[in-house]
């Protein structure tokens, strides 16, 4: 059933923005860039060149998908300074990893579905990343050139089981527990973005890109120096202050200024 994307940013801007969108139209995928309120097609996947169809359609009669597709999510944790202090532990000397699988992945407005064997889920409001091209081994100063975009991430994680289980894997990966979207925006600037988590309308993670512990570009050649990323692969860079629980009911919204909007609802199973 379509829901367009008319109420996940209110404030279209009109220009100068390349918003990239992977969304069901007539039952078929496709991948498009928002203009206004209007949905103009691409010809081929965006990564390595943009080309248009002179096709178009209106905002709303389209479902999003998640704008990557992405072979792997590889996120940082304690990567702000603020976060960091916040929990009292020291600034760690490498980033560091873990990641989640692809099917974890929902679009923004779909369903964050609460497990049954998960006592206590957390949001976590992310900025990430989708890699261009195939990379491996690059250097910091080669990683502009391998990035296509930024998108919103929430980093969803069942808490409890994360601290039973000593590592995060499960915690970390049930279905829909990885909201990315609503778009990839090529022309973001992500080195002092404000980022804001928002439940239920109320402010409850508020912080900036400027406190990150790593810097993207060093994320990106650190993580290349580990595993070859391809084309839609999504890197996410770590969660500021303020992370707490969600119950089923809540809404949840990551909100990075200058970027856009990932709403998600959390339902019972
Ligand atoms: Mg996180």
């Known amino acids: 059933m379509p829901s367009g994307f008319g109420t996940l940013v209110p404030d279209m801007p009109e220009v100068s923005v390349m918003r990239i969108i992977r969304f069901l ?39 999003l998908l998640v704008p990557a597709t992405a072979s792997k999510i590889v996120l940082v944790g304690l990567n702000y300074r603020d976060h960091a202090a916040e929990l009292g532990m020291p600034l760690p000397e490498e980033p560091v990893l873990f990641l989640k699988p692809p099917s974890a992945l929902v679009a923004a407005g779909g369903l964050i579905r609460y497990p049954a064997a998960a006592g206590r889920v957390d949001y ?43 590592q995060w894997t499960r915690a970390k990966s049930f279905d829909t527990f990885c909201p990315v979207g609503p778009w990839v925006d090529t022309r973001f600037s992500p080195d002092c973005a404000r980022i804001r988590a928002v439940r239920n309308g109320i ?43 969600l119950q089923p009911g809540d809404t949840i919204a990551v909100d990075i200024e200058g970027l856009g909007i990932l709403r998600n609802r959390v339902a019972r199973r």
């Open 203 to 245: 402010t409850v993670q508020d912080s900036s890109t400027a406190h990150f512990v790593f810097p993207i570009p060093y994320l990106v050649s650190y993580i290349s120096s580990i595993m070859t990323l391809l084309p839609g692969d999504i890197i996410s860079t770590g969660t500021p202050p303020g992370v707490g629980p």
């Open 25 to 63: 139209y007539q039952q078929r995928e496709y991948w498009g860039a928002v203009e206004g309120q209007t949905v103009r097609f691409l010809a081929e996947p965006p990564f390595v060149r943009i080309r248009f169809s002179r096709r178009r359609c209106a905002g709303n009669a389209i479902r």
């Open 124 to 166: 976590e409001a992310e900025l990430a990343l989708v890699i261009r091209r195939r990379i491996r081994r690059i250097k910091p100063a080669q990683a502009e050139g391998a990035v296509f975009g930024y998108t919103c991430l929430n980093d969803v994680t069942a808490r409890d089981l994360q601290k039973r289980d000593g």
